[in-house]
């Protein structure tokens, strides 16, 4: 029993070194990435797939650009921003209706 002893405290104090450590990178760690940040600057960084797919951004989207998540050819541009394709329709993806955005965008509360 007294040989069980030493043994069993090692373990522990093996177990709580690995999930001090575990928890130290955690909350050291970057955060990743994500349209659930809302930047301000939106259009120039979330793709328009991650405005599409998030419940919170594509009502934006569809109240500034009516029928744009919806067109067929979408889906060829949504690894892409808006402002990156603006250039290509700057009848539809005028800088007021894309500054809308951005605006309303960086008024959502952070999740």
């Known amino acids: 029993m007294k040989k069980l002893f030493p043994i069993a405290a090692a373990a522990l104090l093996s177990i709580s ?10 909350k050291t760690a970057a955060p990743a990435k994500s349209a ?5 600057d939106s259009t120039s960084t ?6 599409i797919d ?3 951004l594509k009502p934006i989207l569809d109240k500034y650009l009516p029928g744009f998540s919806a067109n067929d050819q979408v889906g060829m541009a ?3 921003t808006l402002r990156a394709i603006q250039s290509y329709s700057p009848d ?20």
Do not use: H, M, W, Y
């Open 46 to 51: 979330v793709t328009i797939g991650e405005f």
């Open 17 to 26: 070194a690995v999930v001090s450590t575990a928890v130290f990178a955690a």
């Open 78 to 80: 949504r690894g892409l």
């Open 36 to 40: 659930q940040t809302f930047p301000a």
């Open 92 to 111: 539809t993806l005028t800088d007021d209706a894309v500054g809308k955005i951005d605006a309303e965008v960086a008024k959502l509360p952070a999740p």
């Open 54 to 56: 998030n419940p919170k």
